[in-house]
């Protein structure tokens, strides 16, 4: 196990470091001058010069590079070129924002996938199972900034239950929820339609084995069969799509928080854009990718209590 592990953990650094190039080469070379975003058209050019001096921009791309490398890795994100401040206080202040989201987000799409997908499964071919896959379908068809706007028509503007947008701070922490149920449920809504799929795919080829015929004809009643025996089996796929669909979650994040104006990571990185911040860029997008792996990570640990048979080579 702790070889498989180690494993993982090796391609997931190797990962990490092709990460940096890549995306620092993508921000890097991106038209336009952030130097003559931040000051306007009209500045002078020993201005822009002494901007361009100020924040590296007139470096090399190798120096620049190495530069940013080692702030990663003694967490000096540097300065916003925008707002003035550290990055790491920047990303700081709006993760509070990001990850409950998320996390609420993934919550809501667990608690609803997972008995849609079993129910799905148990009626299999019959009235209840394709109401599940056209509610599935009915979810990956439509856009979930779009499935947004829906909420707040109807549970911000018609019924006034839910706030349309902004956030109010964890100061009082159930209002902070209050303000996060339409953008999580927006947020979730295609990750529910796919993880039930996944769900009711892996039951229905657990339901066909031996085992569950064994437990079915020693008179083991059907909510033990489905739930004691076949769930915890098919959750071994049901497990690596969820990491996945964490990982989207976050990312899904810039468009909902911008409909919804929550000050989170995904609108810091759509401000940046517009910006030209381009270390901010850089950081966030890193963050999002050691997110992405730590959850693919936690994954491979899960694989190991759902799954606890030695893990061959792989």
Known sequence: MLDFLSRRLAAALVTLALATVVVFGVVEVLPGDPALVMLGTDARP???????????????????????????????????HAYGTPVSRLIGDRLVVTLP???????????????LGVFAAWRHGRAGDWGVMGFTQLGISVPNFWFGIVLVLAFAVTW???????????????KAVHA??????????????????VTRS????????????????KGAGEARVLFGHALRNALVPVTTVAGLIAGFLVAGAVIIESVFRLPGV??????????????????????FTVLVLALNLLVDVAYAVIDPRPRVKS
């Open 46 to 80: 020993d201005t822009l010069a002494a901007l361009r001096a100020k924040h590296g921009f007139d470096q090399p791309l190798v120096t620049r590079y190495l530069a940013w490398i080692g702030g990663l890795l003694t967490f000096d994100l540097g300065n916003s």
């Open 101 to 115: 989201l998320g996390a609420l987000a993934l919550s809501w799409a667990t608690l609803v996938a997972l008995p």
């Open 160 to 174: 006034q239950w839910f706030p349309a947008g902004g956030f109010p701070g964890w100061q009082e922490p159930s």
């Open 180 to 197: 996060l149920v339409l953008p999580a449920l927006s947020l979730s809504l295609g990750e529910i339609a796919i993880l039930t799929r």
């Open 202 to 217: 892996a039951m229905l080829d657990t339901l066909r084995e031996d085992y569950v015929r064994t437990a079915r004809a």
């Open 266 to 287: 995904g609108q810091l990185v759509y401000d940046s854009i517009n910006n030209r911040d381009l270390v901010v860029i850089k950081n966030v997008v890193i963050l």
